[in-house]
Structures are given as C-alpha cells and as structure tokens.
C-alpha cells in the first residue's frame, strides 16, 4: 500500500512518541506550551463538551511537590514544565475527553522534539486529592494525570508494539 508523505509523516511520528523521564535543564517557552494546549484543545469530545482546563506549572516548589504524589511521579520535579490535566465531572465522557487532549500533548510535544510522558493520577482518590490540594483545583474538576515537559536527555527509539492477536475481524 502506498502511503501519502503526511500519512507516513503522521505513523512515524505516533511511533516516535516515547515516554520520556529525563530533561535538560533548558527551558521551555511559553509559546511551546501555548502550541501543546492548541493541540489538546483540538482534541474529539463527546457531545462536544469539552470538559478539560489544564494547569501550567513551573513553579519549581509546586513541581516539588506534585512530584511527590507517587513513586512514579518523580520526573515532575525535574521537567521545566508540567501540564496538569483535569476534568469536569458532570460531563460522562471526562475521562474518555481529557485522555484524547493528553494523547494530542504528547503527540505534538514528541513532533516538536520535546520529550513528556503520562504520569496517572486517576483513578487513584489519593493522588488526586493531592495534586487537588497542591494546586488549588475545585472539588468538581477531577485530575486525569500530569504531564512533565522538558527537552530530552535521553533517545528512545520509535516503535510499534503491533500484536495480530489483539485484533479480531467481524466477530471476537
Ligand atoms: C494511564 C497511564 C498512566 C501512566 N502513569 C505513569 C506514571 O505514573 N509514571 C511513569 O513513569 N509512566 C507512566 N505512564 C507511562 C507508561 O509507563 C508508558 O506509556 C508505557 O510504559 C509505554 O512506554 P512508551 O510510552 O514509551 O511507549 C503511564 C501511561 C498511561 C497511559
């Protein structure tokens, strides 16, 4: 089958996005992150709700201490940048929304040669109420996950992890 360039460029760049844990100490510029919140936003949601708002997080004290929500979070403290990523709860479909709007950051931040990574939160009350806590958000409005950005210090390479046994045709 042959592929168009853009259609190439789009499956080279979904297998480029890695999980990326460690940065550099550069900076990240705000119209960077402005570009990452335009692709979020750009993002399907059911019933065309849209019931996300993202926190931008550079203090260094406050990733500090989101990155001491888990094991797992450490990258937090370490990433110039942090996205937090909430969701309204009165909308059914937040959870399905806010993890389309955290695919199309880490797609774009991976297309842009930024490195980032999905750090869950939900559905742990927990953590959630930490990060809550941390940041101010209103009880109505849950927390997704975090996304630290930074720009890599460390390659991965890309990859698909295509299983045929994980498809089935017509029927299971
Ligand atoms: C819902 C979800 C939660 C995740 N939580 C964490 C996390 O807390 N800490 C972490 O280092 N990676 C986390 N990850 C990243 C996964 O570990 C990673 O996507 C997986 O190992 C595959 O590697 P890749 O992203 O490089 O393809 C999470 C990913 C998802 C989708």
Same mark, same amino acid.
């Given at each position: 089958?042959?592929?168009?360039? =853009? @259609? *190439? &460029?789009?499956?080279?760049?979904?297998?480029?996005r890695r $999980?990326?844990?460690?940065?550099?100490? *550069?900076? !990240?510029? +705000?119209?960077?992150? *402005? !570009?990452?919140?335009?692709?979020? #936003?750009?993002?399907?949601s059911g019933?065309?709700?849209?019931?996300? %708002?993202?926190? !931008?997080?550079?203090?260094?004290?406050?990733?500090?201490?989101?990155?001491?929500? /888990?094991?797992?979070? $450490?990258?937090?403290?370490?990433? +110039?940048?942090?996205? !937090?990523?909430?969701? =309204?709860? $009165?909308?059914? /479909?937040?959870?399905? =929304?806010?993890?389309?709007?955290?695919?199309?950051?880490?797609? *774009?931040? $991976?297309? #842009?040669?930024?490195? @980032?990574?999905?750090?869950?939160?939900?559905?742990?009350?927990?953590?959630?109420?930490?990060?809550?806590?941390?940041?101010?958000?209103?009880?109505?409005?849950?927390?997704?996950?975090?996304? +630290?950005?930074?720009?890599? @210090?460390?390659?991965?390479?890309?990859? &698909?992890?295509?299983?045929?046994?994980?498809? /089935?045709? %017509?029927?299971?």
């Open positions: 089958m042959a592929m168009t360039s =853009d @259609a *190439q &460029t789009m499956f080279e760049l979904i297998k480029r $999980s990326i844990r460690s940065y550099t100490n *550069q900076d !990240v510029s +705000p119209e960077h992150i *402005q !570009v990452l919140l335009e692709a979020a #936003m750009a993002a399907p019933n065309d709700a849209r019931p996300w %708002d993202f926190v !931008v997080v550079r203090d260094a004290a406050l990733r500090k201490k989101i990155a001491e929500t /888990h094991t797992w979070s $450490s990258m937090a403290a370490s990433a +110039p940048v942090v996205i !937090v990523v909430c969701g =309204d709860e $009165s909308s059914k /479909h937040w959870i399905a =929304d806010t993890s389309a709007a955290t695919e199309n950051i880490l797609l *774009q931040a $991976s297309a #842009m040669g930024l490195g @980032a990574l999905w750090v869950g939160i939900y559905p742990t009350t927990r953590y959630e109420e930490h990060i809550r806590s941390v940041l101010g958000i209103p009880a109505n409005r849950r927390v997704l996950c975090v996304i +630290p950005i930074g720009w890599p @210090a460390e390659k991965k390479e890309p990859r &698909t992890r295509y299983e045929a046994s994980k498809v /089935h045709y %017509d029927k299971f």
